[in-house]
């Protein structure tokens, strides 16, 4: 199948929500040192740093202590949740939870060394949480390379969670055949998408796997979506269309996002997307305007 990018026709808002939401992207910079970056935007294309830029939770766990690709999830109660990549070579990822997105609590270190991955890891990276409204827990993927692999040969893997203080067994979530990373999964008209990046060194594009349920089996592999030298794919939900955001790497960097209703026929919404300087992927969410105040207050 070929993937087809048609340019934006119509300026009207990517989403109609209620008026008192705003957008908040989660970020970090150069390697991930200072820790966590937040923007916002009203709109899903100009995005603004908050806090003029500055950190809002320095990294304290994992032996490198990076906070690389941090992704957060709001419970039903309010309840902010964070997981991030620690370092290139770790053993598991860092958690943090918040009620206000200032104040955190003590990071910890989730090791993932266990079930299908006990004879031990190269790697952690990009861990993203997905929340299963049906069973109430979450869903925690990210992608690692076995001790017993080639290096960077990355798998899929998964574990659920309800509180963050218990873990299901690893299980392998999905394996293409080839080495993949940077796995985020979206609810979609009943099923489950999951979009990752094929990381084979003539690739580095973003495909699509789907599924019945958020942990598989997922099926074979889509098309290639239309962009390359792309990574960390961030979705949204926006009205009725599904917003895909991802990292261009390769020369000039920039970040860029497609727009599609039915995951076929892409917009192409580069010309329209404008971030701070120096953003990374990370996850993207909804707050409402009363919690923007206080976060634009600091």
């Known amino acids: 199948m070929l993937w087809l990018i048609v340019p934006l026709l119509i300026a009207q808002p990517l989403a109609s929500r209620p008026a008192d939401s705003v957008y908040l992207f989660t970020s970090f910079r150069d390697k991930g040192q200072d820790g966590l970056h937040l923007a916002w935007s009203r709109d899903g294309l100009t995005w603004t740093a908050l806090r003029d830029g500055a950190s809002f939770l320095v990294p304290k766990v994992g032996t490198e202590k990076l906070m690389r690709d941090p992704c957060i999830a709001r419970s039903p109660d309010g309840t902010f949740h964070m997981v991030w990549t620690t370092g290139w070579k770790e053993q598991g990822f860092?958690?943090?939870?918040?009620?206000?997105?200032?104040?955190?609590?003590e990071q910890r270190f989730i090791p993932v060394e266990h079930g299908v991955l006990a004879e031990g890891v190269r790697n952690t990276w990009a861990p993203e949480l997905?929340?299963?409204?049906?069973e109430r827990r979450y869903l925690i993927v990210w992608s690692s390379t076995k001790k017993s692999q080639v290096e960077k040969d990355h798998r899929l893997y998964a574990m659920w969670t309800t509180d963050f203080e218990t873990f299901s067994e690893p299980k392998l979530l999905?394996?293409?055949?080839?080495?993949?990373?940077?796995g985020v999964i979206l609810k979609h008209h009943g099923e489950y998408v999951l979009f990752f990046k094929d990381e084979r060194e003539d690739q580095k594009v973003i495909r699509m796997a789907r599924a019945d349920q958020p942990d598989g089996?997922?099926?074979?592999?889509?098309?290639?979506?239309?962009?390359?030298?792309?990574?960390?794919?961030?979705?949204?939900?926006?009205?009725?269309?599904?917003?895909?955001?991802?990292?261009?790497?390769?020369?000039?960097?920039?970040?860029t996002a497609m727009a599609s209703q039915d995951l076929k026929l892409w917009t192409d919404l580069t010309?329209?997307?404008?971030?701070?300087?120096?953003?990374?992927?990370?996850?993207?969410?909804?707050?409402?305007?009363?919690?923007l105040k206080r976060l634009q207050g600091l």
């Open 130 to 134: 997905f929340y299963d409204e049906v």
């Open 174 to 182: 999905y394996d293409p055949g080839y080495r993949c990373i940077d």
């Open 217 to 255: 089996p997922y099926g074979e592999p889509s098309e290639p979506l239309p962009l390359d030298g792309v990574e960390g794919p961030s979705v949204m939900r926006l009205g009725e269309r599904v917003v895909l955001y991802v990292d261009h790497y390769r020369h000039p960097r920039h970040y």
């Open 271 to 291: 010309e329209e997307i404008h971030f701070p300087k120096g953003h990374r992927h990370g996850s993207v969410m909804s707050i409402d305007a009363a919690m």
């Open 94 to 105: 860092g958690y943090a939870r918040s009620d206000d997105l200032v104040t955190w609590s």
